[in-house]
């Protein structure tokens, strides 16, 4: 998706461990809602629920993570365990 093409990432502030939370883009293309509407990321919604449809979109059309009606479990709950 994004090859030699420059992207470009907007941060919108840090996380507890002071790691920079961004929404990258490629022109307009929002990147990271790319990522959650092919089903390759989770929203995560302790920072945002910016994403809530379009990881809706990809359980609905069981894309990637969501394929063949897998339930996979987010790393942040899998790190709660």
Known sequence: MVGMSTV???VEGKDRY???IATCF????DLNESIVRAGLAW???QFS???VVA???ARAAQRGIFA???VAQPAWEWRRR
């Open 8 to 10: 470009r990432c907007q």
């Open 18 to 20: 002071g790691r920079s």
């Open 26 to 29: 490629l022109g307009d293309v």
């Open 43 to 45: 929203a995560y919604v």
């Open 49 to 51: 629920h910016r994403y």
């Open 55 to 57: 990881e809706a979109e």
């Open 68 to 70: 063949d009606g897998v």
